[in-house]
Structure formats: structure tokens, C-alpha cells
């Protein structure tokens, strides 16, 4: 029994993982409090879900072939005790594990690393105390950059992504978390436009166009990374 809780799953994606098909877990469990966030219902830690690993095993075994990588997605996978544990099942199956992560808990992302083939890391804000701890609502900028040093270390595959939300973030905000990551050695950097949620009646789409068209933060992420994109 893995000691695992999955808040929902999608079973065949083709955009979580770069370059494989994969099926992906949403785990039940986050610490952040992102105000852009369409998984409120994942947030709560340790509630139960009716969702059945066994099962999940037995699907990937009817898909070994035709699947290549699993996606630990949340929700927040760092809060999950059996995260190690699962994803050696997974990977003893022959899949590839990918990781979508803020970065918490680096003492957890220590442990699992070695099973990981790829890695989604969400940098939320500006490296500051204060701007991170007010778009997140929580205060952990030194283990977010701890997971980042850890990652860069691991020379494992990976990408930052950053969700442009404008009611957050500015675009000089923009371009110095791009100029900080970069110096960092990152060198894949994805900025993603944020969807107004339904409660966000003031934000207009032409807000959320407006933090992604300057030209001087195009050109510098277009310039420096080696992959970089405005994903929409
Ligand atoms: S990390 Fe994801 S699930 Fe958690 S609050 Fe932020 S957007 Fe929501």
C-alpha cells in the first residue's frame, strides 16, 4: 500500500512532459496559496481521496509501450509522504517520471531526484522574501532556491516556468527573475499567461496580453535561453 494521495489524473497528455506521452497525477496537497489557482480543491493536505493506487498500477501495466512517462503533478508532490515510494513502482515499470514542483521541501525533492527524468519548477515571484512570501502566501523562498541549486546540480533535465499573472507580478519583475534565473544557469524558461479565475472579475485578457509583449523582455528571453516560449 503507497502512502499516496492523488486528488485526480489524466490518463494520456501530451503537453506535461516535453517530447512524451504521459499519464498525470494530480496530488492531493499543496502549501502554496497562489492567487491564480484552478485546483483549490487539491489544496487541503492529508484529505482523502477515493482514488486507488493498485488500480493505477494495474493501468500502467496495460500501458507499458504505449505511455512513456508518468507526471507528478499537483497539488504540491513534495508534500507527499510515499512520493518515493510511488514513483520507484512507476519507474520499476519502465516509465519515465516527470515532476511538476514550487520547489518545497528540499529534503524531499533530495530523495526523489534520483528517479526523476524531467522537472517542471514553478518560480512564482521575484527572488525576494517579501514579494515571494506575498504571491504565495507562504514563506519558503530558501527552500525554493535550495530545490533550484539542487536541480541545477543534478544536471537533470528541466525547465522554470513563471504564470504571468498581472494583478502579481510587473513586467520589471518579469525581467529581473529572468535576469536572476538566468545567472543561476537555468537555461530553459517558459512564461505562461495567466486565465483569469472566475472570482477575478477585474482583470481584462488584454491585461494578462499587456505583462507578456515587452519587447526588451522578449528579446533578453529570446537572446539568453536556449528555450523559451509564451505559453497561452
Ligand atoms: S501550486 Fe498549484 S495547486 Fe498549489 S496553490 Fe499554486 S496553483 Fe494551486
Sequence with gaps: MTNILVGGVETFRAVDFPGKLAAVLFLQGCPWRCPFCYNTDLQLIGKKTD?????????????????????????????????QEAMYQVKKLGFQIGLHTGG??????????????????????????????????????????????????SGKDFECRTTC???????????????????KGVRKYFLQKYRPIPSDTQTTDSDCE????????????????EEFEVRK
Excluded: C
Design 165 to 183: 499573472d498581472p494583478r502579481l507580478l510587473t513586467k520589471t519583475d518579469l525581467q529581473k527573475m529572468a535576469e536572476d534565473l538566468y545567472a
Design 210 to 225: 499587456n505583462i507578456l509583449s515587452d519587447s526588451q523582455l522578449l528579446e533578453y528571453l529570446q537572446t539568453h535561453f
Design 104 to 153: 518545497y521541501r528540499p529534503h524531499k525533492l533530495a530523495e526523489v531526484l534520483p528517479l526523476v527524468d524531467w522537472i517542471g519548477l514553478d518560480i512564482k515571484a521575484p527572488f525576494e522574501e517579501k514579494r515571494y512570501a506575498e504571491v504565495t502566501q507562504t514563506n519558503h523562498l530558501k527552500e525554493v532556491l535550495q530545490s533550484l541549486e539542487m536541480i541545477l546540480a
Design 51 to 83: 482514488f486507488v493506487w493498485e488500480k493505477f498500477i494495474d493501468f500502467l501495466i496495460r500501458r507499458q509501450g504505449r505511455l512513456d512517462a508518468v507526471v507528478f503533478s499537483g497539488g504540491e508532490p513534495l508534500v507527499q509522504e510515499g512520493l
